[in-house]
């Protein structure tokens, strides 16, 4: 599609995206494939930790408090020097 991501910024709520695009597209279409491309990261990141961690799967739990509740998930790398092109 041609977007590239050049910065990101997570937080416990939210998380910010610094994205360039060809001028063809649109914020709001930018917006739109974006937000479909988090839904599906989403989804198979709670399949693959419900079935690594099947105990939980009935717990209510936010992002924010996912790392308080389940140990042993982050192999130290910093998601923020990772590059990644959409």
């Known amino acids: 599609m041609g977007f590239i991501l050049n910065t990101q910024e997570v937080v416990p709520d939210y998380v910010h995206l610094f994205i360039t695009a060809h001028p063809e597209f649109a914020p709001t279409t930018i917006v739109k494939i974006v937000q479909g491309i988090i839904k599906i990261v989403q989804g198979i990141t709670a399949k693959k930790l419900f079935e690594q961690y ?13 790392p308080d509740k389940i140990t042993g998930l982050s ?6 020097d990772m590059p990644m092109s959409l």
């Open 54 to 66: 099947p105990d939980h799967a009935d717990e209510s739990v936010s992002l924010s408090t996912l």
């Open 75 to 80: 192999d130290g790398t910093d998601a923020g």
